[in-house]
């Protein structure tokens, strides 16, 4: 599914590169791994291969998939829901850890619209910067254009 060099992004952790594909024996068992660097912070994560879909790990979106983003972005009809604080983050968790783009920009969305009607929790506030990051990491790879660009862009879709 993936090569060395390739860029996949690995669920609540964001976009990284596989640096290399290994084998190990572990219980006796021959398996092979992805071996995948997280551009942000250089983490390292070993990813089963006969795991990736379990786990999540997905290619960057692609150009289509930028234009769906956008829009979600941009939608402003949506009901936050009035729950307290920690269940509305547990499910802003849930979201962000499915690993689909189109949710970590629901979860920014809703909480910078939250943002404007009352105060966000410690959580919160990283949360948003977590789900902020995440998009603007896969959005300047799909895009191929500076991350600072995406960032005004996202500035733009919501002043």
Known sequence: MFSVGDLAVYPAHGV??????ESQ???G???DFYVMRILDNDMIIMIPKQNVDSVGLREIIGQDDIT???????????IIDNQTWNRRYREYMDKIKTGSVFEVAE??????????????SFGERKMLDTARSLLVKEISLARKVEEEQVEEDLERIFS
């Open 25 to 27: 024996e572990i219980s």
């Open 107 to 120: 979860v920014y969305r809703d909480l910078l619209m939250l943002k404007v009607e009352k105060d966000l």
């Open 29 to 31: 068992c021959r398996q």
């Open 16 to 21: 990284g590169i596989i640096e290399k594909i």
């Open 68 to 78: 769906k983003l956008y829009s979600i972005l941009k939608k402003r009809d949506v």
